[in-house]
């Protein structure tokens, strides 16, 4: 085994040096900032076949250092015609990850630091300032103040973290309420829980629900229909967890969707929050899509009954121009919350943690490790502040409306749910025929082959339909115009 000398120690240095991470740097923010320059020239949708990227690069690895500008080059040649193009103006599909210059220079500071923040002591900046951006979060959303943190550091009481998705908030607040309601009845009953959603509730739930040990068969996804909106029927959960009692059930866990995926519906929270209460059942509100509109004061009526949640989470980097990843989690019983997902273990112990007056977030997630999200969140709050942020949402909520108009004004097609947000589904074959699926499978198919633009598709109460989702922070009328022709 070879003995480092003091020239490797020297060579070493130069990992990184300031001058050459300068230097470097500027090269990757000029890449990147011409990527964007001529984002519109590419196919949004990547042509590549599968397998392509093998056959373009070497079979082994390197062994010598190789130059910045060569690795940016095989970038260029290689990695870019393989990229589906997320934050080109002519993506609609899916729903949008923007990014903006704050939310950039944010994540640059979170990489730049590299903290572990898992607990007060390992970075007592990073975690004050988490729970100050959740609790100004909470504030532009009008939350009730028990999903905050108690103002007299308290050790009860509401709270926020973020997480990296609303995947990872459904799985830690089914843990918490799984454990809440088996200490009262034994943790042998746990094939006895039983979770509820509706057919339009994000697919994390049932994913989420079989990680934390709930029988498939204990998994209620009730059905919509495009009478009532496909909204999640307080009447149909009543029904269905009296019926699972009457087996010797037990519901635990009613998750509740503003914006959903497929087609943008909010359920109703008052109503589904009564519920849950009659039930004692564990409400969470998924708002990762619309949770972002409702900073405006025209769309916050949607969160009206949310004082009746355990819990709610959103995914500011959907549409909140903060950059990939960033979700926000408030939890109004932390107690049980951090009950549920925390450990102790030795060499993590000092004396701030014991004295039980700081907040320690490796107890507030699934992993131990976590990134310095807060400052990125920060930035995007100073930089633009909730005005700039609301004329943001707004002029998307605008362009979307623009689209449905375009729908609504050809015969040939028609708005196939109703549009709440900044999302139009639609499709060809009006007057309600229900034997067009091909036809805008056909259109679908299509229309992205043509690399100008990309959108997605849904199927609610059987009927196929296209979605259009606006959202990208370059997306301009002009695009949605020349996207509709």
């Not at 990695?79 to 994540?107: M, V």
């Not at 995947?167 to 042998?188: H, M, N, P």
């Not at 619309?290 to 009526?301: M, N, V």
């Not at 633009?453 to 259009?468: D, K, N």
Request: charged letters at 20%; proline letters at 4%.
């Amino acid at each position: 085994m070879a003995t480092p000398t003091s020239i490797d120690a020297k060579e070493s240095a130069r990992l990184l040096d300031s001058q050459e991470f300068c230097q470097q740097a500027h090269r990757v923010v000029d890449f990147i900032a011409d990527y964007y320059k001529h984002i519109e020239e590419y196919p949004v949708l990547s042509p590549v076949e599968p397998g392509y990227l093998r056959r373009q690069l070497p079979e082994t690895f390197p062994t010598s250092p190789e130059s910045i500008e060569k690795i940016l080059l095989d970038v260029n040649n290689s990695i870019i015609p393989g990229l589906t193009h997320w934050q080109s103006p002519n993506f609609f599909a899916y729903f949008q990850t923007n990014a903006s210059t704050a939310g950039f220079l944010g994540e640059m500071l979170c990489g730049g630091f590299n903290i572990v923040c898992f607990n007060w002591v390992s970075s007592p900046a990073a975690t004050e300032l988490e729970a100050i951006v959740m609790d100004w979060m909470a504030q532009m959303l009008k939350l009730p103040p028990a999903f905050m943190f108690p103002t007299n550091n308290a050790s009860h009481g509401g709270g926020g973290v973020l997480h990296g998705s609303t995947c990872e908030a459904i799985v830690c607040t089914l843990v918490a309420a799984r454990d809440k309601v088996l200490s009262k009845v034994g943790f042998d009953n746990i094939t006895k829980l039983v979770v509820y959603g509706s057919d339009q509730t994000h697919s994390t739930l049932e994913k989420g629900a079989r990680i934390v040990g709930i029988s498939p068969q204990n998994f209620r996804s009730l059905p919509t229909s495009t009478a009532t909106g496909y909204r999640l029927q307080p009447l149909a959960v009543q029904a269905a967890m009296a019926d699972d009692i009457a087996k010797g059930l037990i519901p635990f866990y009613l998750c509740a969707t503003i914006g959903t995926t497929g087609v943008g519906a909010v359920d109703p929270l008052e109503d589904l929050g009564l519920v849950a209460k009659r039930y004692g059942a564990w409400l969470h509100v998924d708002a990762a899509y619309a949770g972002s509109a409702l900073i405006c004061p025209e769309f916050r009526h949607h969160l009206d009954g949310v004082e009746h949640a355990s819990s709610v989470s959103m995914n500011l980097h959907k549409w909140f121009l903060t950059n990939m990843d960033c979700c926000c989690l408030w939890i109004k019983d932390t107690t049980t919350f951090v009950s549920a997902l925390s450990t102790n273990p030795e060499y993590l112990r000092n004396s701030a943690t014991e004295c039980k007056k700081v907040i320690d977030y490796k107890d507030w997630q699934i992993a131990l490790s976590r990134r310095f999200r807060s400052i990125k969140l920060w930035l995007v709050l100073r930089a633009y502040g909730v005005d700039k942020l609301r004329e943001h949402i707004r002029s998307d909520v605008m362009l979307a409306m623009v689209f449905e108009k375009l729908v609504m004004a050809d015969a040939r097609f028609e708005v196939a749910a109703p549009r709440r947000f900044a999302m139009v589904c639609f499709r060809l074959g009006a007057n309600g025929e229900h034997d067009q699926s091909m036809l805008n499978r056909k259109l679908l198919e299509a229309v992205n082959s043509t690399g100008k633009l990309y959108i997605t598709h849904t199927v609610a109460a059987g009927v196929y339909m296209l979605r259009f989702a606006i959202g990208a922070t370059l997306t301009e009328e002009r695009h949605v115009r020349a996207a509709w022709t």
